[in-house]
């Protein structure tokens, strides 16, 4: 099915034939669409099932979806240049989507699209698209702490008082933004000590789900994350269900991030024009109205006028560092400190 | 007088051995072009110590703990009166089956405390002692009873006698097993994932999550391929020096089998133990969780049933196609070793087992960064996790094939030569029909381990499509048990189902 969809250099026919019949032996049937999108998604893939679904059923478009962690897809789409499949990328979070605008594989999304939404939720020059945002947050379990004794700043999780009472997933995408923060707030030096401290207290977890649900059992005190795994995981147990609750960091602390959840376009998409459409449908009303209302993502809709969940504290009232996109950077030093630190 | 190899068949033999080169070569490549400032820089980082002692000692203690109630076990399956002696033997060697990710998963859903080190050893403990288990088992079967009985006769105390007498025989097939043991220990990633216990395998993956095929990832590949080779060649030498421990094959009768008396109550309470734990758990715990209702919020991917179906018909295609591809690879190799064996040929195998050491981890690693930078058109395709399979899997298929053309005549393909017959019909006409069960095994064997394989699945898997153990795998590590369930459910039912059939089919030997 391969072959049909994209233009395939000559050379590599019989192995592409190979692979083809392979696939189509295993494969489910899409083979009827006129149009394909590729799709990289480091989102979660609930919210993009959904989202495909619909997108599917308005346009008639087809939508492939290769769902990973939203740095090794950013990664991926460099190490594979020019002859990459995919015609958006789809993520969690802002760095990912720097760092392939900086490689210059982005292309530029329709200042249309871009309009939607308010100018410091994309990028700067117009490279990528805010679509959804989230804010970092504690998680901490009810039953070992009082929600007195809680940091005002995420700085003070390194303080030896901490010893084995924070939870992190230093590998997680979310979790190195928060790095890149902190980094931009207090130097590299400072970030280093910062995740020196962490690595004295920390219990690492893969995952933020991970952390979120490690809280609620009472494996670790607090956690840090991102707001929407403990609604989700509310959402899973049944509010009498839960053990745990979401303590937010002072306002304008580096650990009251914000997460901006993006899209883009490749370059070396063949289907931008579709690519464009699934952008500007990720950010039209009535898809910002439904992830608004939806008990699956807890993201905060970037579209003005459309409400977020009614669980979450309104986007309005957050008060997240001043950080620039810019300056957030790509990740590529919040990666090179945690493995100095020994976190990675 | 033999006639020498069809050199036809000699070039086909190679194609095997030289794809399992093809990961090792690359990822060795790889670290070793990182510039060195960079590669001490990644390699003698805080995390790399801790993620040695981690790895060197669950390996450690796995290995001693595998081995003591994999022994145990044997002992009382083989030499004591117990009751169900047959049943007993079946059960204790199932575990095999059931994939380690799905009992750790079992056991994470269970209980909270299992994390770290302790749930690690349960896991590895309880999904591998089987590994040491059928081996020595069979060496306790195959023993000779006269020098036990000579030894009792001379004074020796049952205890004393054991571990004078039998252990020594033992010692091969149990060093044997205990390395088998090792070498999963170290090459195992999902479950200790799920257990959150950082290991070699486990920070690879991390690496590829924060950095793809990156020269992160690269370098620990490189330092486990090392360690998990050097372990091989310890198994190899090992090996080696069995045949001198082999008790000649003259006539001997069955052990007599110990009376338990007294001890039949905590023999059967420990077996029975032995096979809640390890069999009760996963699959009670799977069942659990069919019954419980899942939310969409937290539940990566709900089963419903066009998805069930689209895994398990994606698992099963590619379970075949791996069955194919790596049986007909080791076809033409088990052939030469069955009926030319020579060094060409035995150097040929001796690279084929090489496979054994090289992780599903690394195997994915080295495919990607080859086909993303050479073979483009096999990038994301079918066919290249299909390779990936039939690479990790042709030391299995290489065994059955041998053993299934050993056990066809010589004089049959001759004569069949004699009266003429062209050589494709010499192997479709005779060499089919005979060795054609033998053949089945070991496809089926690359089935099963096929279906219940993950990390390679993971990282290898076609744009779009999900098998079984990876919608497994998303829902478990995102702690969405109830969604898993039924994913995990037909998984293992497939598993168990399969392996049934070729323990029916083929008997208890080709199991181990």
Known sequence: ?344 | MRPPPHAGLLLAACIGPLLVLVPILTILFEAVRIAPADASDLLFRPLVGQLLDNTVTLVAASTVSAALVGTAAAWCVERTRLPGRRAWAVLVAVPLAIPPFVTSYAWVSLSNDLQDFGGALLVVTSAYYPLVYLPVAATLRGMDPALEETARALGCSPARCFWRVVLPQLRPSLLGGMLLVALNALVEFGAFSLLRYRTFTTEIYAEYRTGFAGPGAALLAAVLVVGCLALLAGEAILRGRTRYARVGRFTRRPATLLRLGWTLAPVLAGLSLLVALTIGVPVGMVLYWLTQPGSAASSPVTATLAGLLSATFASVGFGLAAAGLTVALAIPLGFLAARHPGRAVMALERTSFLAQGVPGIVVALALVSIAVQVLRPLYQSAGLLVVAYAILFLPLALVGVRAAFAQAQRGLDEAARSLGLAWPEVFRRVLLPVAGPGLGAAAALVFVSTVTELTTTLLLSPIGTRTLATEVWVDTSTLAFAAAAPYAALMVTLSLLSTWLLVRRFGAGVAA
């Open chain 1, 1 to 344: 099915m391969t072959s049909r969809n994209r233009q395939r250099p000559a050379c590599g026919r019989r192995a592409v034939m190979l692979g083809a019949t392979l696939a189509a032996l295993l494969l489910p049937a899409t083979l009827s669409a006129a149009e394909t999108l590729t799709l990289y998604s480091g989102q979660h893939e609930q919210t993009v099932d959904q989202l495909v679904e619909a997108f599917q059923k308005q346009t008639g478009i087809v939508v492939k979806v290769h769902s990973g962690e939203g740095p090794e897809l950013a990664n991926q789409l460099l190490t594979e240049g020019t002859a990459s499949a995919a015609d958006v990328y789809f993520t969690e979070n802002s760095p990912e989507l720097q760092l392939l605008a900086e490689h210059g594989l982005l292309a530029p999304v329709d200042a249309a699209t871009l309009a939607q939404v308010p100018a410091r939720f994309n990028s700067p020059q117009g490279q990528w698209l805010g679509v959804l945002a989230r804010q970092n947050v504690l998680a901490y379990n009810e039953a070992k702490l009082e929600a007195a004794s809680l940091p005002t700043s995420v700085l003070d999780l390194a303080a030896l008082a901490w010893k084995g009472r924070v939870g992190i997933a230093p590998s997680d995408g979310d979790f190195l933004p928060l790095v890149s923060a902190v980094i931009a707030v207090k130097g590299e030096d400072g970030a280093l000590a910062w995740l020196r401290g962490l690595q004295h207290n920390a219990q690492n977890f893969d995952d933020d789900e991970g952390v979120v649900a490690a809280v609620d059992r009472g494996a670790v005190a607090t956690g840090i994350v991102n707001n929407y795994y403990w609604e989700r995981l509310r959402e899973q147990n049944g509010a009498h269900g839960m053990h745990s609750a979401i303590h937010e960091f002072a306002p304008g602390d580096v650990g009251a991030l914000v997460n901006v959840s993006g899209a883009a376009v490749l370059k070396t998409s063949r289907h931008k024009g579709a690519a464009q459409r699934f952008l500007a449908f990720l950010v039209s009303a009535p898809t910002q109205a439904a992830l608004g209302r939806s008990n699956i993502t807890f993201e905060y809709p970037l579209r003005p006028g459309v409400a977020a969940n009614p669980a979450l504290t309104p986007l309005a009232r957050l008060s997240p560092p001043e950080i620039g996109w810019d300056k957030l950077g790509d990740d590529s030093q919040a990666v090179a400190l945690l493995r100095k630190a020994g976190l990675l």
